[in-house]
C-alpha cells in the first residue's frame, strides 16, 4: 500500500503524482512516498542512495512469515509531518514530534535511555564517556513511545538533532520571551522534530510500525531476519584467559573449573594463539601451541569449546598476506593491510585461513575486536579501497561484515557459533555476536544492556577485575543475567574464585545461570522466531510508563509509580524473558528502589509477594541479586549441570510457578547446536498454569509432536507461591 502525503499548500499536480510512484528513485521529494514492503514496515527513497548501505553489508533477510503474523496495521504517523529532501550530496529528513512523545534508541548509548533533546552523530567507534552517537553500534533507529520506529538504512555518519531544531513554520514554534524579564525563557526551546542530515544524495528509510513500542522493536528485528539462536552451550559460562596462555596453562585452567564444581562451557583465548597479534597472522603460534588439533580435542573432551580472539588486520607474517594485499584499503593499521570485505574474493582469502588453521579442527567461534575505533588507529576517512566503497562507509559496517563472513563460515559446517564483536549496526539483529567493550563501569554497562534492546543487538556487562569481593559478586551477579555470561580475564588472570569471601555467591549466581538454561534458550528462541528481545529495557514491557509526560510530570510518585517510568530515566533495573525483572545492586549498594510494572510481582527466590504497580525499597544481602517474577510466572529450569547439555542429551526440568494467577509458557526446544531449527527440525511445547474445578491451579506440559526434538527427561513443579 502506498501512502501518499496531504499536499495542503501545493495544487496536486498529477503528473507529478504518477512521476513520484514509478519513478521514486530519482524523486527529491517534500513528503515522500510510502511503500508497505511488510505487514507494518513501510520504506521510502528519498533522492539515489548509496548502492552500499547497511542492510547491503549485513545481508539481511526479513522474516517475512513471522512479519505477517504481527498482522496489519494503519500508517502509524502523519505523513504530511514528514519531509525528506535531497541536494547538494545530502538528505534531509524530518519527522514529526508531539509534545507527550519519548523517543529511544539511537545506538548502544551508556548513559542514558530517553534521547528526545540530544544531538548526535551517528559513527562507529569505541565508546568514549559521552552519550554523543560515537559508539559500538550507532544503529540510524529511534522508537518512540507512541508506537513507531524509524530506520535509515545508510552506511554515513548520520546526524541526529533528535528534537532540538526550531523552525520558524513549525505549528508548535514556541513564541520569542524576554530573557531579562522572563523566567521560562529557556536556552532549548520546544521543538517538534526529529531531524537528520544523511550526507549522501539519498537514502532509504524504513518505517515501523507498533502498536507498542515492543511490536516495534520486534517488526525491526525480524526485518533484520530475527534476532540470533545462540548454541545452548553459548548460554553456559565462559571464562577468557590471561594473554599469552599457553595450551597446557589453559587446559589446567578448565581442571580447575570442573575440579572447584564451576559451571564452564567455552574458553576464551585472547591475544597469545596466534603466531602474531595487532596486526595478526591469522594462524596458531608453534610454541604455546605446538599441536592445535589435539589441544581442541582434548579440551572438548572435557566438554569445553574454544573462542579466539583476533583483530581483522592482516600482518606481513601472515599466510594470508600477498594473496590478499591487492584487495586491501590505502592505509594500515598497526602497519596491518585493511582488507575491503566489500570483496567476495577478500571474504574468501580470510575465512579461508579461518577455516584452514581453526574451524576445521573444532574452534567454535571467535571473538572480533578492533573493528570499532579509535580514529587514532583506525584507518582514516581520506582511504580509499579497491571497491570504492568510501572509508566511512566501510567505517560504519565493518563490524557487520565480519560478523556475516564468519556466520556464514559456521552455517556452511551446519554448527552454529556465538562469539564477541566490538562493531554492529543496523541490519545485525540475526548475528550470533555480543558487543563488549573496555570501558568497565559496571552502572553504565547495565544502561548499555538496555539500550541494546533498542537497537536490535546483544550486550555483555562483562566482568574483568575488581577492588573488593563486593564488587566482584555484583559485577557477576549481572553478567549472569545478561547475554553471555563472561569473565574477561585478558590482563589479569582474574579466576570466578578468586575472592575467597564471596567466593559460594560467585558459584551459586554460576550455577543459577545454567539452573535458567531452559529458560533464557527459549527466551533466544522468541528473539529469533518473534523478534522479542530477551534482554530489554522497562520501557519495552506493557504497563510501564503508558501515560503521557504532561500528565505525570506532577504525579504523585507512591499513587502512580509509571510517573517515575516517563520522568526519570529508569536505567538500572530491565527485563530478562518474559517474566523475569533483574534490579542489579552496585558497588556500595545495599538497598535500592524497583519500579514494578502494573500487576502484581513475586520474589523470585522466596515466592512472596513484592509488590503491585508501585515503587518499593528492597535490600540484598550478597548472597542474591534482587529479581522479580511477573504474576502467573513460569521459570523452565534444569539442574545445575556444569556444562550445557549436547545435541540429544536429555535433562531434567524444574517448573517453577509464581503468583496465584493462571498462567503459560512456551519452551522450546531442538538439537542445540545445529542450524536445522532453519529447516523447521525444533519443538515449542506448552507449559500451563491452570485452575481446575475447585479453582486450585495445576500445571501441564503438553506432548511433542512424533518426530520433533526432545530433550527433557523428568518433569518436576515447585510452586513457589504459597
Ligand atoms: C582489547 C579488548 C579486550 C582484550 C584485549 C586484549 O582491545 O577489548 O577485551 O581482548 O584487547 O589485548
Not at 642 to 662: N, T
Not at 696 to 715: H, M, T, W
Request: net charge neutral; glycine share 8%.
Amino acid at each position: 500500500m502506498c501512502i501518499l502525503p496531504k499536499y495542503s499548500t501545493n495544487i496536486i499536480n498529477f503528473s507529478f503524482i504518477i512521476a513520484l510512484l514509478f519513478s521514486p528513485f530519482r524523486v527529491s521529494s517534500q513528503n515522500p512516498v510510502w511503500t508497505e514492503v511488510a505487514p507494518g514496515v513501510w520504506k521510502t527513497t528519498v533522492g539515489i542512495p548509496d548502492k552500499f548501505d547497511l542492510l547491503k553489508a549485513s545481508g539481511a533477510n526479513p522474516n517475512t512469515e513471522a512479519l505477517a503474523k504481527l498482522g496489519t496495521t494503519a500508517f502509524p504517523l502523519p505523513a504530511s509531518g514528514i519531509v525528506a529532501e535531497s541536494t547538494d550530496s545530502k538528505t534531509f529528513l524530518r519527522f514529526p514530534l508531539v509534545k507527550a512523545e519519548q523517543l529511544y534508541g539511537f545506538g548502544l548509548n551508556f548513559k542514558t535511555v530517553q534521547q528526545r533533546g540530544k544531538i548526535l552523530q551517528l559513527h562507529v567507534d569505541h565508546y568514549g564517556g559521552t552519550d554523543n552517537g560515537r559508539d559500538h553500534a550507532p544503529v540510524p533507529f529511534y522508537i518512540s513511545n507512541l508506537g513507531y520506529g524509524v530506520f535509515v538504512n545508510s552506511a554515513r555518519y548520520i546526524t541526529v538533532y533528535a528534537g532540538t531544531s526550531v523552525r520558524k513554520d513549525s505549528p508548535e514554534a514556541p513564541q520569542p520571551l524576554d530573557r531579562n524579564t522572563n523566567k521560562n525563557w529557556s536556552a532549548s526551546p520546544y521543538s517538534d522534530a526529529v531531524e537528520m542530515v544523511v550526507p549522501a544524495s539519498g537514502a532509504e528509510v524504513y518505517l515501523f510500525a507498533g502498536p507498542t513500542p515492543l511490536d516495534v522493536v520486534r517488526r525491526f528485528n525480524l526485518f533484520n531476519g530475527g534476532g540470533c539462536l545462540p548454541p545452548r552451550w553459548g548460554l553456559g559460562f565462559t571464562q577468557r584467559v590471561k594473554s599469552l596462555y599457553t595450551a597446557d596453562q589453559v587446559i589446567e585452567e578448565a581442571k580447575a573449573f570442573a575440579a572447584k564444581g564451576y559451571p564452564l562451557d567455552f574458553i576464551g583465548l585472547e591475544p597469545g594463539w596466534q603466531s602474531k597479534s595487532y596486526p595478526c597472522t591469522f594462524e596458531w603460534d608453534k610454541g604455546r601451541f605446538p599441536d592445535p588439533p589435539a589441544f581442541v580435542k582434548t579440551m572438548k573432551e572435557m566438554g569445553i569449546r574454544l573462542n579466539l580472539w583476533t583483530n581483522p588486520y592482516v600482518s606481513p607474517d601472515s599466510p594470508i598476506y600477498e594473496k590478499i594485499k591487492p584487495l586491501t584499503g590505502s592505509h594500515t593499521v598497526w602497519g596491518g593491510l585493511v582488507a575491503d570485505l566489500t570483496l567476495p574474493e577478500a571474504r574468501e582469502i580470510i575465512t579461508g585461513q579461518l577455516q584452514k588453521d581453526q574451524v576445521s579442527i573444532g574452534v567454535s567461534g571467535y571473538k572480533i575486536d578492533e573493528c570499532d575505533g579509535y580514529d587514532r588507529w583506525l584507518w582514516p576517512d581520506v582511504a580509499k579501497f579497491p571497491s570504492s566503497t568510501s572509508a566511512e562507509q566501510l567505517r560504519q559496517t565493518y563490524g557487520l561484515m565480519l560478523q556475516k563472513m564468519t556466520t556464514d563460515l559456521y552455517r556452511k559446517q551446519n554448527s552454529r557459533t556465538y562469539g564477541l564483536v566490538r562493531a554492529s549496526n543496523g541490519g545485525g539483529s540475526s548475528f550470533p555476536y555480543v558487543i563488549y567493550n573496555d570501558y568497565y563501569s559496571h552502572e553504565d554497562f547495565i544502561t548499555a544492556l538496555i539500550n541494546s534492546s533498542f537497537a536490535g543487538v546483544l550486550w555483555t556487562p562483562e566482568v574483568r577485575g575488581s577492588k573488593t569481593g563486593e564488587e566482584w559478586v555484583r559485577r557477576m551477579q549481572t553478567v549472569c543475567f545478561s547475554p553471555m555470561a563472561m569473565i574477561n580475564a585478558w590482563s589479569d588472570g582474574t579466576k570466578p574464585w578468586s575472592f575467597p569471601e564471596v567466593e559460594k555467591e560467585v558459584k551459586a549466581i554460576a550455577l543459577l545461570r545454567m539452573q535458567l538454561m531452559p529458560y533464557f534458550y527459549s527466551e533466544f528462541a522468541k528473539y529469533h522466531f518473534e523478534g522479542t528481545p530477551p534482554f530489554r529495557a522497562m520501557n519495552l514491557e506493557p504497563g510501564f510508563g503508558e501515560s503521557t509526560v504532561s500528565e505525570l510530570k506532577n504525579a504523585n510518585l507512591s499513587e502512580n509509580p509509571y510517573a517515575e517510568a516517563v520522568t526519570r530515566e529508569i536505567k538500572d533495573q530491565y527485563m530478562a524473558g518474559e517474566y523475569l525483572l533483574i534490579a542489579p545492586l552496585f558497588k556500595g549498594q545495599t538497598e535500592r528502589k524497583v519500579v514494578l510494572p502494573r500487576g502484581k510481582w513475586y520474589d523470585f527466590y522466596t515466592g512472596k509477594l513484592a509488590g503491585e504497580g508501585e515503587v518499593i525499597q528492597v535490600s540484598a544481602g550478597l548472597d542474591h541479586i534482587p529479581v522479580f517474577v511477573k504474576d502467573g510466572g513460569i521459570i523452565p529450569m534444569m539442574p545445575p549441570l556444569l556444562h550445557a547439555p549436547a545435541a540429544g542429551e536429555k535433562f531434567d526440568l524444574v517448573i517453577r510457578w509464581y503468583g496465584k494467577k493462571q498462567g503459560n509458557y512456551d519452551l522450546y526446544d531442538d538439537d542445540g547446536e545445529t542450524f536445522d531449527y532453519e529447516k523447521g527440525v525444533y519443538s515449542w511445547r506448552k507449559i500451563a498454569v491452570s485452575s481446575d474445578k475447585k479453582g486450585k491451579l495445576a500445571g501441564s506440559i503438553s506432548r511433542v509432536e512424533s518426530g520433533k526434538p526432545d530433550n527433557i527427561g523428568k518433569v518436576t513443579w515447585k510452586m513457589m507461591t504459597e
